[in-house]
């Protein structure tokens, strides 16, 4: 039972209610009690899903997922908010069953169970996955940023400090300058008690800012987002094998097909998912050839010819391969000077003795992936995998910033806005009713 306040001339008067008539039976309430009430939470890793024999009780984990749940989806976030909520809002004392944990206790749950958290939402997963609700054969993986918590000054007096640090090193090595033991411990001090030791610059809405990349492996199927992690690269060059390994072993299948767009586009990563059975459809954006004004023949003039292994030039000149170079991760071929010195097309070639082309070590993956990404399957990867990062930002987030401080912090906030994006998204699918239903056979 609950009370509600009285309007009218009954106002500041409070009435008993029943909650479970105020609770309508199609309310997303009841799939988010469903849903808790059906994980084994001490197989999860939640901390004291089973009470003591002695002593008194503490929260159950389960009402405090449900609590984060429930915020998640409604843009409240903030432990104080949500104790606020606990006390005035009639679905949440229905769901919680009239508890009200102060703000500590409801933030130190999310601070420890970062682990537990995501294992949660695997199982999410796994049961959409058994209802049909994912496919599991086309998935789609991007990237966005995510405000950090700390400030650009904050973060500009960190790096200015790490490079203090290295030129004190530099200079102890080389024995120029005398170093000053007490501000060396000072800046020592500092770097260790930032609150966010990693975190860096990112373009954010045209600028510059802390920011962390958030990465979402989503199905085609119905957009359920299968997998998820939080990375310090501003750029997605080293996220496409393990955000797709991490799909496949979310779904738990044995092969997968996944699109991206060119900034995943990466040969050696190509390579080795290929080798785990995961297809990769990825365009390649070639850097043009800026020598002499961008007027010299591009790498694409030269043809490549597997059999000898060699390049024809445009004048069918051919460029022998010359060893390997480990900073480029590439081939050498070049073409004899000879032939360089008394072609007529030199001028439109190079203004060294010799023209020299780059082969990657793992061209023939990268050119693989780059015919397999028809413009259809772009158009795929567009209207799969947008659609949750607008939802997570400005209907679960309210605005893309981040409340947690480190990575650790902004995976427990991710793994928690996913898992709600998650029932949202099947609550539209399938209706409150059904998979109410459904969650609890499971």
Same mark, same amino acid.
């Given at each position: 039972?609950?009370?509600? /306040? ?13 909650? +479970?008539?105020?609770?309508? #039976? ?26 003591? /024999? ?8 389960? +009402? ?8 998640? $989806? &409604? ?8 104790? #606020? ?5 009639? /679905? ?20 420890? &169970? ?25 998935? #789609? ?11 650009? =000054? ?6 200015? $400090? ?10 102890? !090595? ?40 958030? !990465? ?5 199927? %119905? ?9 310090? =690269? ?11 390994? #991490? ?24 390579? &080795?998912? /290929? ?24 790498? +694409? ?7 000898? @292994? ?6 069918? %000149? ?45 061209? @023939? ?78």
């Amino acid at each position: 039972m609950g009370y509600i /306040e009285g309007e009218g001339r009954s106002q500041g008067t409070l009435f008993p209610v029943v909650l +479970d008539d105020l609770v309508p #039976a199609d309310h997303v309430c009841r799939v988010i009690d469903a849903f808790v009430d059906g994980l084994a939470m001490s197989e999860l890793g939640f901390e004291r899903s089973d009470a003591a /024999e002695t002593g008194r009780p503490g929260y159950d984990p389960r +009402d405090l997922l449900k609590l984060y749940l429930y915020g998640y $989806l &409604h843009t409240l976030r903030s432990s104080r908010r949500l104790e #606020a909520e606990c006390r005035r809002n009639i /679905e949440l004392m229905w769901l919680l069953g009239r508890l009200y944990p102060d703000h500590k206790s409801i933030a130190e749950f999310r601070r420890v &169970h970062r682990e537990a958290v995501t294992a949660a939402g695997a199982e999410l997963v796994r049961f959409a996955r058994g209802c049909g609700l994912i496919r599991g054969e086309w998935i #789609a993986i991007d990237g966005t940023k995510f405000r950090a918590v700390a400030s650009c =000054d904050s973060v500009r007096e960190r790096q200015a $400090l790490t490079r203090y640090l290295d030129s004190m090193e530099t200079a102890d !090595q080389e024995q120029q300058a005398t170093i000053d033991p007490a501000s060396v411990q000072a800046a020592l001090e500092k770097l260790r008690r930032h609150p966010e030791p990693e975190v860096g610059f990112m373009p954010v809405a045209r600028a510059n800012a802390p920011a962390y990349n958030v !990465q979402t492996a989503v199905d085609a199927e %119905h957009a359920l987002i299968v997998a998820h992690d939080v990375c310090l =690269d501003s750029g997605d060059k080293r996220q496409l094998e393990p955000m797709a390994k #991490a799909a496949l072993a979310a779904l738990g299948v044995k092969s997968l097909n996944v699109v991206a767009d060119a900034g995943y586009s990466n040969g050696e990563q190509a390579a &080795h998912c /290929e080798e785990a059975c995961i297809l990769p459809h990825v365009p390649v954006i070639r850097n043009p050839n800026t020598q002499g004004g961008g007027a010299f023949f591009n790498r +694409d003039a030269f043809r490549y010819d597997p059999e000898l @292994d060699v390049y024809l030039c445009p004048a069918q %000149h051919v460029l022998t391969r010359k060893g390997i170079s480990k900073k480029d991760k590439a081939i050498r071929y070049r073409a004899h000077e000879r032939d360089c010195g008394a072609c007529a097309e030199k001028i439109r070639c190079t203004t060294a003795s010799q023209r020299q082309v780059l082969r990657l070590l793992h061209e @023939d993956a990268l050119e693989r992936m780059h015919q397999r990404a028809t413009p259809a399957l772009m158009k795929l990867r567009r209207c799969t995998v947008e659609h949750p990062f607008g939802t997570l930002k400005y209907r679960i987030f309210g605005h893309p910033r981040l409340l947690l401080r480190g990575t650790n912090g902004a995976r427990t906030e991710m793994s928690l806005a996913v898992m709600t994006y998650n029932l949202k998204r099947m609550v539209n699918i399938v209706g409150v009713q059904d998979l109410t239903r459904q969650f609890a056979k499971a």
